[in-house]
């Protein structure tokens, strides 16, 4: 399994970005989340999704994103999205995009078993 990571960039304080997941591979990915990592900072959960069959997802965010970020996915094009709004300097970090064939655990680093490469995200204020 391999997850490309795009849609990073420069934005502006309340700016927004769409960040993208494509995974390639033959085993379904039921788990898929974002992490990132800021400049000089450990790597953290951002938000999360999982696909529980049908039209079932449940998702998990941070607190420091709620209200903010909005995860999805498109099971056929076995792409994940994160929709960031009024996007914030404490923001800018290195996303991470990771995936799991696993149904339970969706909030740690330890839970995925594929990562991404990252993508840079930079807010100015």
């Known amino acids: 399994v391999q997850l490309q990571a795009s849609g990073g960039g420069l934005v502006q304080t309340g700016g927004s970005l769409r960040l993208s997941c494509a995974a390639s591979g033959r085993t379904f990915m039921y788990g898929m989340g974002w992490f990132r990592q800021a400049p000089g900072k450990e790597r953290e959960f951002a938000a999360s999704i999982r696909w529980s069959g049908g039209s079932t997802y449940y998702a998990y965010y941070a607190d420091s994103v709620k209200g903010r970020f909005t995860i999805s996915r498109d099971n056929a094009k076995s792409t994940m999205y994160l929709q960031m709004n009024s996007l914030k300097p404490e923001d800018t970090a290195v996303y991470y995009c990771?995936?799991?064939?696993?149904?339970?655990?969706?909030?740690?680093?330890?839970?995925?078993?594929?990562w991404g490469q990252g993508t840079e995200v930079t807010v100015s204020s």
């Open positions: 990771a995936a799991t064939p696993k149904t339970i655990g969706m909030t740690h680093m330890g839970d995925y078993d594929y």
